[in-house]
């Protein structure tokens, strides 16, 4: 495979998509660029199925190499630290928006790696590798049902500036990251939003201002399906570039036969109202517990059999998530009984705890968090 470079804006960011020319051996390698930020992205994937995995073992990796801002590691052993929380925070900004691409039964240990090469200390890398990854998961062999593309834009005097540097982030109010793919009518449809406010936007709010609002969030949400298009073209492009590559036969695991699974939801839909209609979560569990059982006496389950109750259990797993999302669709009522824009009760408490310096409970319908402030005296 030869080498291969493609270039688009974002903005007013050159964005450069190269491949062919580092770790060859990768099932998928791309450098990424913007300004002198560059990330090598590889996708590797085995070839055989994971033994004993029930579950999809994806790993995303981020690795920062001091040699990228022109240093020596401080150690005494001239090493390596181990993950920032930076890097540890993207390696999850990446995988959550990666993982749900993957083929259902899809069990090869495949693993996502991004290494910063050169970091200018004015580009953040983060949205660099979220793309680089689906762009090196694109052109390589691997079954991935994308490509996606990754943007952050900052509220900056009341306009979205997208991808902007570090010292914008500074002036921004807000920080919204928006990752999209494109659905079968040729639009853009977003998979995962991150949001929030910057140090700027907390100041404003201690003055009394409002920094932003929906209206204006949902504005940027809009901008971004323009910029998420423009990065999932510039991958396209790249495979495009690559040309036919050669086909890998990886193996699906089955968790239950479509036979089996027409069992249990036959047996299933009649009893399923008794699930449905518990709004307290430790009964629905007792509920649901107990339709199950009586499901699988109803088909003559083999309970002696391990794996037949395995498969059995998954089948039932995926009945009622499908019944409850036809629910939620058809009806507009979630698992608990809220309706789609309702939120679960609040409640908030201070002085829960006698003796430490400050406490409060903040409860959101069955979820509790308690924080205790103790201060160094």
């Known amino acids: 495979m030869g080498e291969h470079t493609v270039r688009g804006m974002v ?33 590797t994937a085995s070839r055989s199925m994971r033994e004993g995995a029930d579950f999809f073992p994806l790993t995303v ?13 401080g150690s005494f052993f001239r090493r390596e630290g ?16 990666l993982r749900p691409n993957f083929p259902e039964g899809f069990r090869c240990e495949t693993h996502v790696l991004s290494t910063i090469l050169s970091a200018d200390l004015i580009n ?29 834009l ?22 919204l990251i928006v990752v999209g793919k494109r659905n079968a009518e040729g639009g853009i449809d977003i998979v995962m939003v991150e949001a929030g406010s910057t140090e700027e936007g907390y100041r404003l709010v201690e003055a009394g201002a409002q920094p932003s609002d929906e209206a204006t969030v949902t504005q940027g949400l809009e901008e971004a399906k323009a910029y998420i298009g423009g990065l999932i073209d510039l991958q396209l492009e790249l495979k495009g570039l690559v040309g036919e590559i050669d086909p890998v036969e990886f193996p699906l695991a089955e968790d239950y036969s479509s036979e089996l699974y027409e069992q249990i939801f036959n047996a299933t839909r009649e009893r399923a109202g008794e699930v449905l209609g518990v709004t307290e979560k430790k009964a629905r569990y007792l509920a649901e517990s107990a339709v199950r059982d009586h499901v699988f006496e109803v088909i003559g389950l083999d309970m002696e059999d391990a794996g037949a109750v395995k498969s059995a259990k998954n089948a039932f797993r995926s009945v009622m998530k499908n019944i409850i999302r036809k629910r939620v669709i058809d009806e507009g009522i979630r698992m608990d009984g809220r309706g789609a824009t309702d939120i679960r009760d609040l409640a908030v408490e201070v002085g829960v705890v006698a003796e430490g310096h400050g406490s409060g409970l903040f409860q959101r319908g069955e979820t509790q ?9």
């Open 11 to 43: 903005g007013d960011k050159e964005v450069s998509l190269t491949t062919g020319k580092l770790a060859r051996l990768a099932d998928g390698a791309v450098t990424v660029r913007i300004g002198d930020t560059e990330v090598l992205t590889t996708a």
């Open 61 to 73: 990796d981020v690795e920062e190499r001091m040699y990228a801002v022109g240093r020596i590691p």
């Open 82 to 97: 181990r993950a920032t929380e930076k890097a540890i925070l993207t390696c999850r900004l990446i995988d959550r928006p």
């Open 124 to 152: 953040p890398y983060d949205i660099i590798a979220l793309n680089g990854s689906s762009a090196a998961l694109t052109v390589s062999p691997i079954p991935f049902d994308g490509p996606i593309g990754g943007v952050r």
């Open 154 to 175: 900052a509220l900056i005097d009341g306009n979205w500036v997208a991808m902007p540097t570090y010292d914008e982030l500074e002036e921004a109010v807000f920080d």
């Open 369 to 377: 968090v308690l924080n205790v402030a103790t201060l160094g005296m």
